[in-house]
Nanobody, 124 residues
Framework: QVQLVESGGGSVQAGATLKLSCAVS????????MAWFRQAPGKEREFVAA????????LYADSVKGRFTISRDNSKNTIYLQLSSLKPEDTAVYYC?????????????????WGQGTQVTVSS
């Protein structure tokens, strides 16, 4: 059974940095697109960033470009999201996700596997 487990969330002041991790078990995702999404209270879940299998293709939402960095370590079956220069509007539950398509980068396509999420709260 595939499991994605996020960690690293917390409550921080505006301008701080956090690094989220997503550990994948039950299946190797070294050939799959992995992504981060977030959902703020009262809002729909939105795309944040995605990385292809060898980290050669990365896509960011405009709202986080230049502040967030997605990365992956296939040897550890783990993806990361570094959140820098955090703003109160970044407050959300952050989810990692993986799709079931190997070697094709479809950052805004369907994702088949989801984690439970980790809360990030940014105060001003």
């Amino acid at each position: 059974q595939v499991q994605l487990v996020e960690s690293g969330g917390g409550s921080v002041q505006a301008g701080a940095t956090l690094k989220l991790s997503c550990a994948v078990s039950g299946q190797t995702f070294d050939a799959n697109t992995m992504a981060w999404f977030r959902q703020a209270p009262g809002k729909e879940r939105e795309f944040v960033a995605a990385v292809n299998w060898n980290s050669q293709n990365i896509l960011y939402a405009d709202s986080v470009k230049g502040r967030f960095t997605i990365s992956r370590d296939n040897s550890k079956n783990t993806i990361y999201l570094q959140l820098s220069s955090l703003k109160p509007e970044d407050t959300a539950v952050y989810y990692c996700a993986g799709n079931n398509i190997r070697y094709v980068f479809l950052p805004r396509g369907e994702y088949d596997f989801w984690g439970q999420g980790t809360q990030v709260t940014v105060s001003s």
